[in-house]
């Protein structure tokens, strides 16, 4: 006989669950599916295997999406300290680390086991692995075609993520369904993820990967109603390939290709003002003076790819010689030509065009008793903890009006 369910959610994920727990809660009958042989790795692998699980700060000013109003209905109904409240509830210990980012004190697998107590409270069955072939609209709602059989529900919800991290199982499911009913995407692609530069480009900056600085770094206008563009204060990791480390993470989800990034180097210190006013007093070669406020590789690195002389003394250099490198450091421009991609991504920008869907429940407005919430949707959070309050958010939101 055909399994029959008021709810079907797939991809038991963060959204997923908490979806799938807000459903049996109000005494719905909801089944929760996924491909994957173990629950929730993206949880278990976040924070470094602390999942840093919301940010005490996130509000809308913290997501990018092509409809930015679209997120503020589920976030202001379901906030941070809502998430924390059933943290506590739950006995979880937290503490708060950089910008309000808040972790456990122990083990992801502390959110995890939460979220399935949560399920458990509502009685909510479970196929996994179970694999889902097809989704079939029929007259009252839908059928499930899986490879453990077909499943029938009035309303089914869609959480199976976006394209980041292929080694975890994530898949284009989300965006195969959209397609056939036909609902229009954002195009799809990796964000918070490390940045490429062309070989020959950074050949010079490769004796450099290791180092790490904080930096400002920006990309795109930043001006205007609409802006387009980022801007932050992070820490900056060279590699052998390109640049990591939360500032250019941050960064990533608003680079678009063919434009530059712009990095400021020494964000407290206005290096040729300082350099100009300093050449009467200061004997040393520059490459000294520049390792007082910079590594001394990434000093040494700098002036030889831009073209100065090692041995050159800071007193005998030409005034627009020193504002030369004063841009060099602290308005270092350099256009990326690529990413790592979905496999060191941490999210997937893009995504259902959230103009498809009710910001109040997240269903489809075209078709009755389809939603889509978490990463699957074009709403894309900063890194520390917004991606989760997200996925908390419009799991509830989803959850309650199903």
Request: aromatic residues 8%; glycine residues 10%; hydrophobic residues 45%.
């Amino acid at each position: 006989m055909m399994a029959k369910f008021d709810v079907a959610v797939i991809g038991a994920g963060a959204a997923g669950m908490m979806c799938a727990a807000t459903a049996a809660q109000r005494g719905k009958r909801v089944v929760l599916i996924d491909h994957a042989t173990k629950l929730a790795e993206k949880i278990r692998i976040s924070g470094g295997g602390r999942c840093n699980f919301t940010n005490i700060n996130a509000g809308p000013a913290n997501f990018l999406s092509e409809n930015p109003h679209f997120c503020k209905s589920a976030l202001s109904r379901y906030t941070a300290a809502d998430f924390v409240a059933l943290v506590k509830k739950h006995r979880i210990g937290y503490h708060e680390k950089h910008r309000g980012q808040l972790f456990c004190d122990d083990s992801a697998e502390q959110i995890i086991d939460m979220l399935k107590d949560e399920c458990a409270g509502g009685d909510v069955h479970w196929r996994m692995p179970c694999k889902v072939d097809s989704l079939e609209q029929v007259d009252g709602g839908f059928v499930l075609h899986t490879d453990s059989g077909e499943i029938e529900a009035d309303a089914v919800v869609i959480a199976t993520g976006g394209l980041s991290i292929a080694k975890i199982g994530a898949t284009d499911f989300a965006y195969r369904i959209a397609s056939q009913f036909e609902l229009r995407m954002v195009e799809p692609r990796p964000a918070l993820v490390p940045l490429t530069f062309d070989p020959q480009q950074w050949a010079p900056f490769v004796e450099m990967a290791g180092i790490a600085l904080e930096v400002d770094v920006e990309t795109g206008s930043l001006k205007g109603r609409n802006p387009t563009g980022g801007r932050f204060r992070e820490d900056l990791l060279f590699t052998h390939r390109g640049l990591s480390g939360p500032a250019i993470l941050q960064i990533s989800s608003y680079w678009m290709p063919g434009t530059p990034i712009v990095i400021n180097l020494l964000p407290e210190l206005d290096l040729a003002a300082t350099l100009i006013e300093g050449k009467g007093t200061i004997k040393k070669q520059l490459g000294n003076v520049l390792s007082q406020w910079l590594p001394a590789r990434l000093a040494e690195g700098l002036l030889l790819a831009h073209g100065f002389d090692l041995e050159a003394r800071l007193a005998d250099l030409p005034d627009a010689q020193l504002r030369k490198l004063g841009a060099a450091v602290n308005q270092w421009t350099i256009t990326p030509n690529g990413s790592e991609g979905y496999k060191k991504a941490e999210v997937t920008r893009g995504g259902v065009d959230t103009r498809e869907l009710s910001q109040q429940s997240m269903m489809v407005t075209k078709v009755p008793g389809l939603y889509f919430i978490g990463e699957a949707v074009d709403v894309t959070g900063w890194l520390g903890g917004y991606n989760f309050q997200w996925a908390w958010a419009s799991g509830v939101a989803a959850g309650q009006a199903v």
